[in-house]
């Protein structure tokens, strides 16, 4: 089966939100197994579905997707399950509001 390696933006939201001016990111790369490139967005899309925590403050984090940034098939083999494995993550944090598509632009994510 095909591997790829796929990297995403992911946008937290803190309810309720006591520092409403601080916004954070994460831009991942996952590596994902699909049995063709045709189904790659639909298994990125349901593994990165709303994720819901609560907070040290009792309040509730959501991360949720924002966009799907850039696929690349990989060429190498795994003995092991690496199905959504994480190779690569940053947390993106700003003191001001800012949207995911200003993200992309401002770090040139989708490049």
Do not use: C
């Not at 001016?21 to 579905?49: A, Q």
Request: charged letters at 30%; glycine letters at 2%.
């Amino acid at each position: 089966m095909p591997i790829y390696s796929v990297k995403v933006l992911l946008e937290s939201t803190v309810t309720p939100n006591t520092y409403p001016s601080e916004l954070l990111f994460e831009e991942t790369i996952r590596l994902v197994e699909v049995t063709d490139h045709d189904e790659l967005e639909s298994k990125v899309r349901e593994y990165f579905v709303d994720d819901t925590y609560e907070n040290a403050e009792g309040g509730q984090v959501t991360w949720s997707l924002v966009r799907i940034l850039d696929t690349f098939e990989v060429m190498d083999e795994f003995k092991e399950d690496i199905h959504f494995k994480e190779v690569y993550s940053r947390y993106l944090h700003f003191d001001e509001p800012i949207t995911g598509n200003e993200v992309i632009k401002l770090y040139s994510l989708d490049k």
